[in-house]
DNA sequence: ATTAATCCAGTTTTT
DNA sequence: CTGGATTAAT
């Protein structure tokens, strides 16, 4: 029984009546247990699986804690509790409401904003200062909707200054943008958790309890999203000094006004932690102090017996530390997985990969980055997107782009042109073409008589005969667009007949395997190649192209792996889309961003490049409350090392050519002596 | 008007 | 090294 295994504070915890209970519980307090103690208790209670909702902030961390409980009870028990991120059980309930939505990756919706803000003209303001550009203000934008529920005018003249004149503008792009992004039933992560809190309220959810993990990193929109479905009882649990992400809204006042909102509600705290040794603790405790406290912290060390003191490593050049530490690792006698190194921003994690590739120690990154942005993986997922949304034109214009003589604008007819043909539907434009005549409007800026020989030739197929292409395809009405060469058309034939192979699949994999081998694909990743192989004078390195589609091919044998796991094509996708920042990329050291370590422990822990201006983040500490968010971020790293930890900075990047001091946090920990040079960063993060 | 080629800046953190 | 912006070519 998972209740069992709980000391008294958190049995308490557990065992708490339902309204509404928050848990403060530090780090290493058993937090994951206490839940699943909770759920264990509830479920002898009498509480049905499928009446329990578990919100965490990973779909890996729902994973985990479903697994447990299934340990406790079975699989088949454990399984049916609803359990996943915000983003993960709004995009489920939406489709058990039969809601008609595709989630897009936010670089894609970002590209489909861009097109509507470049249509709007700024320069007639050009004496009102200069107005944000639309990366920005997609990024402002989704802020927004994550951090507040005033209205976006006020929330934005409050914020940044001088932008009044440009506000109407920027409502009118973001109307626009709204509506298009409706028209083609695109969803981004926001639109899941805003189309959640309006459903909930219309329809009755099961929900006996709701528990929600990280309940310190729950922004505004999060919460209105839990206020919105009402639920009887609430089981919240987080730690003030764990709030990490305050750049996507989530508001630390949530959870320090809990109590403030609910006038029934019970706080339990969890105070012994099990996790690391006494030094470890009482460093990251040294540092926390520096922020003002809401709750007292009392934190008791359950360890005992012979602890190894943190160590400060400082090195005289960047590379240095990496190779160094790569160097400390190889002598380890840790298991490699039990290893982690610590940075603050992605920047610092191919250096030391390189380090520990050069020494031959496997590592281990959280995915993503690398598999998911590669263009090939793009190409292939989109032609599945495709199969799975025919009315999903960002994808279409994607894979059409690499068609020679076709780029966005006409890739975009071509779609139109078969949205017409097949009523709606662009597969059925393909198959089914509803008539034989050109579907395209004749442009009012026709082109002029004398750039074609022969005026009559526009959109005449007969000049393609040559190409030898079978009879009725050459006879489908898209090949009327005027501005097709023998290389689109070619292009259009092999897509076509790569459709006609998927229509008949059904399983991810066989679909995903199906456009690997075709034709279509084939010349996607050879012009990919080819460009990576392509030298400073021109010319194409043999060699290296063969490399390049090694590495190719080998990204497509794991997106046959990932596929394998589902049985539909849309889970597939949509799982690639929500989850695929999750997956992590080999065995071994683990590498990982701060943000990426919440939740984690490891007994041998090095955070590295602890230099001002990197950790805590300069631009970003002098903004008002944000040093106290660096601190956070310091404490929630110190604190996932067990009983071995590193502190490590170098005084000089000699690939920027630029000077570091350490980190003020080093100072706070007493690791550096309090001098001159504390005072000054102090004063800098003080403003 | 559209596409293709070339140049240039930039890099926090995540669902 | 990428993606966006600018520029040259069709």
């Not at 759920?39 to 209670?45: A, N």
């Not at 489909?112 to 470049?118: A, E, K, Q």
């Not at 020494?359 to 495709?386: H, M, P, W, Y």
């Amino acid at each position: 029984m998972p209740l069992s295994r709980l000391n008294p504070e958190q049995l308490q915890a557990a065992k708490a009546p339902f309204g509404h209970n928050l848990i403060i519980a530090s780090a290493g307090t058993g937090k994951t247990s206490t839940i699943v103690g909770r759920i264990g208790y509830l479920l002898k209670e009498g509480v049905k699986p499928e009446e329990i909702l578990l919100l965490t902030f990973t779909n890996k961390a729902a994973a985990e804690m479903v697994e447990r409980v299934a340990g406790y009870f079975s699989k088949e028990v454990a399984t049916r509790i609803e359990a996943g991120t915000f983003h993960a059980v709004s995009y489920r309930w939406l489709k058990k409401m039969d809601r008609q939505i595709i989630l897009k990756q936010p670089s894609e919706l970002k590209t489909l904003f861009r097109s509507i803000y470049d249509k709007r003209q700024f320069h007639h303001l050009q004496a009102e200062g200069q107005p944000f550009s639309a990366n920005f203000l997609y990024d402002l934008y989704s802020l927004y909707q994550n951090a507040t529920m005033e209205d976006f005018e006020s929330w934005l003249n409050r914020r940044h200054e001088g932008q009044e004149p440009f506000i109407e503008i920027y409502l009118d792009i973001i109307r626009e943008f709204e509506e298009t992004k409706e028209s083609y039933g695109f969803v981004n992560f926001n639109d899941l958790l805003i189309l959640m809190r309006e459903a909930v309220k219309e329809s009755e959810l099961p929900f006996k309890e709701v528990l929600i993990d990280e309940y310190q990193d729950t922004n505004e929109l999060q919460g209105s999203m839990i206020d919105a479905m009402e639920p009887p009882s609430l089981f919240c649990v987080g730690d003030y000094d764990q709030s990490i992400y305050a750049f996507n809204g989530a508001n630390i006042n949530i959870i320090g006004s809990f109590t403030k909102k609910f006038a029934d509600a019970k706080v339990f705290t969890l105070t012994k932690n099990y996790r690391s040794t006494a030094p470890i603790l009482s460093l990251a405790n040294r540092v926390i102090e520096y922020n003002e406290r809401i709750y007292p912290k009392q934190l008791e060390v359950v360890r005992q017996g012979n602890a190894q003191m943190p160590k400060l490593l400082i090195f005289d050049n960047l590379l240095q530390q990496y190779e160094t530490i790569a160097h400390m690792i190889r002598r380890s006698t840790t298991p490699h997985k039990e290893i982690a190194i610590i940075f603050r921003n992605n920047a610092s994690a191919d250096g030391v990969e390189a380090m520990l590739r050069e020494q031959g120690i496997a590592c281990k990154r959280k995915g993503g980055r690398s598999f998911f942005d590669a263009k090939e993986v793009k190409a292939a997922l989109d032609i599945a997107t495709l199969i799975a949304n025919p009315k999903d034109m960002m994808a279409f214009i994607h894979i059409f782009e690499y068609a020679k003589g076709i780029g966005s604008a006409t890739a975009k007819e071509l779609f139109e042109g078969l949205i017409t043909l097949g009523d709606g539907n662009m597969l059925e434009g393909i198959f089914h073409p509803k008539s034989m005549t050109n579907p395209f409007k004749t442009r009012s800026t026709n082109y002029q008589l004398g750039l074609f020989d022969h005026p009559t030739q526009i959109g005449s197929v007969s000049r393609f005969a040559h190409l030898g292409l079978d009879e009725n395809f050459m006879a489908h009405p898209i090949l009327k667009h005027p501005s097709l060469n023998a290389d689109g058309v070619r292009f259009i034939y092999d897509f076509f007949k790569l459709a006609k192979d998927l229509k008949a699949k059904k399983q991810p994999v066989s679909i995903i395997r199906t456009i690997l081998s075709s034709a279509t694909y084939g010349f996607i990743i050879e012009q990919l190649a080819r460009k990576r192989a392509t030298l400073k004078n021109g010319e194409i390195d043999e060699a290296k192209k063969d490399e390049a589609l090694d590495r190719i091919k080998r990204k497509g044998g794991l997106l046959v792996q990932l596929a394998n796991a589902y049985n539909t094509l849309e889970k597939f996708i949509n799982a690639m889309v929500l989850g695929g920042k999750e997956l992590s990329e080999g065995e071994g050291v683990n590498l990982l961003t701060v943000h990426a370590s919440k939740g984690l422990e490891f007994s041998e822990v090095y955070i590295i490049d602890l230099m001002d201006g990197r950790f805590p983040n300069r631009k970003l500490a002098s903004q008002a409350g944000q040093i106290e968010e660096e601190r956070r971020l310091f404490y929630v790293a110190v604190t996932r090392a067990k009983d071995l930890l590193y502190l490590s900075y170098a005084k000089y990047d000699s690939f920027k050519d630029t000077n570091f001091m350490p980190s003020q946090f080093l100072y706070e920990a007493g690791l550096l002596k309090k001098d001159q040079t504390f005072e000054k960063l102090k004063a800098l993060s003080d403003h």
